[in-house]
Structure formats: structure tokens, C-alpha cells
């Protein structure tokens, strides 16, 4: 099934980054700075938007005309964007690395760190250009690891934000020798969580407060297996499918909601029982005292 870009809407990538643990696979989450200018105060995966820098990685393990593959995207040059900027940006926000030295290696701890540290001044204010994250990036001969990333999903922000996003989701496994960490500049907290206890906070009020997309893939994550390969494996079977753009509607009998294109109030509801042939089923996130619950039935 082909996918379709929004080219007047910022493309973005986010990451789900995961680990094994004794207590089951965990993931690693951060929080909004209350000052970003989108979702301010939210708590997501590692991610934001593509830059115009992004064309001067170096890269192996796909090619773009395999990252249009995956995608399901019809320009390869956007599909090959769209796959680094993924991995500068949870590099950026969470200080995990996936890229490979020029004999093949993927990076481990202390290279991080010798990144890290030649970009300690590159901030402009809460953000790092990321024409001089590249420039680190060549300097020290490195190739960002595009095979690592496995995508899975697709969501572009409702029509009723004034900042829009067709965001790409990937998930990927944290290399053993690396550690994800909090970045300041970029958030003001970090953390991994189970899928069960990041919803567990989430629905009983606690700091942790979840956007729809984080929270439906969440809620994905609970049911998907004992371990991180159960998870990915389950996250990208069927591919990335189509794009999912929720409608915000304020007046239901539930009141403020969000509504999924699988259900039936969705004002796209007819082309996307076209496009995938699935039945309908109601779908949707309430808002709630400021926060949001997935209702499926």
C-alpha cells in the first residue's frame, strides 16, 4: 500500500527506543520542556522535525530507494531524510548513537562521548543546529546506521492544530554499550518506563501525560510480548500502513475527542474503509481533565 507526503506540513520521525530488562522490555520516554513550541510539557518518544541539513549524512545499511521501501513513499531522496533525521534526533534528545565507524562497527559508549562533547557549545538556546550536528558527525568519519531503525507507523497532526506534523514512527534497540540520558537542552526530564507502568501513570493522573500518538502506540506496546524483539516484531508486522490523521471534534456527547479514521464519526471514515477494506469500529480519545483515554469498541 502506498503512502502518500504531505509536502505542506513539516515532516518529523520519532523513535521508540527500547531495552530488555528483568521486569520485561522498557522504553525510553522524555518530557516536553513546558516552553516547546508543540506539546509543551507532553511525554513522548525522542524525536522532532527533518532539516534542511539532513542531506549531508553519510549513511549505509538502506539505501533510499529501500527507505522508500519501508515507508511506502514514492520519493526516496524524503524516505532517506526521513530516516536520519530519526537518528540525529534521539541522539540529540536521548544521547544514543546508531551509527557505524568506517570498518562497520557500530559506535559504542566512549565515541558518544566524543560526540557529545565536541557539540557542549553548539546549542542555540534549547536547540542544536543540526548542521553542526553533521558536521561532528563527518568529522569523526561516521555513518548513521539506517538499517537499525524499524518503522511501523504513520501520523500526521489533526487539521485543528495550528502546527502540523507527518511524523514517522521507527522503533529501534538500544546498542549494549550505550546509555540513554536525559539532554536539558531538549527536555526537562527522561526515563524508561514498561509500556504497562507508563500507562498506569498516565491514566491514574501522574507526571507522566501521553498525546494520542505515544499513547496508542502504548497501548500497543502492552500487548505485544515478554520482550524487546516480541515488541518490534509485533510494532512492524503489516508494515507502516496507512497514515492515521486524526479529527479533533469538541462537541460529541462525550465531549472534546479525537477521532480515529477506523471510526465512523471520522469525516474520512468512507476513503479509508476504501483504502483498507477493514470494518468499522469505534475509536477515538476523550479528553478528560486534561488528558487523554483511548476508547475502542
Known sequence: MQVTAHPAIRSAATVVLLRDTPAGPETFLVRRHGQSGFMAGATVFPGGKLDDADHLAQTQGRTSQQCAEVLGLTDPELAWRIHVAAIR????????????????????????????????????????????????????????????????????????EPRRFDTWFFAAVQPSDQQAALDPHESSDAFWRTPSETLREHDAGGAILLPPPTLHTVLQMTALGPDVASVIAGLAQGGVGPCVEPHFEIATPEGPAIILPEDEGHPEHAAWRKETGLPPQRSRFLLREGRFSLIRS
Open 89 to 160: 534526533e534521539l541522539h540529540e534528545e536521548a544521547h544514543v548513537l546508531l551509527a557505524r565507524d568506517v570498518q562497520g562497527r557500530l559506535v559504542d559508549a566512549s565515541v558518544v562521548a566524543q560526540i557529545d562533547a565536541a557539540l557542549a557549545d553548539a546549542h542555540e538556546g534549547h536547540q542544536l543546529p543540526a548542521g553542526k550536528w553533521h558536521e561532528a558527525l563527518l568529522e569523526a568519519d561516521l555513518f548513521l546506521a539506517l538499517d537499525l531503525l524499524v518503522p511501523f507507523a504513520h501520523w500526521l497532526t489533526p487539521r485543528a
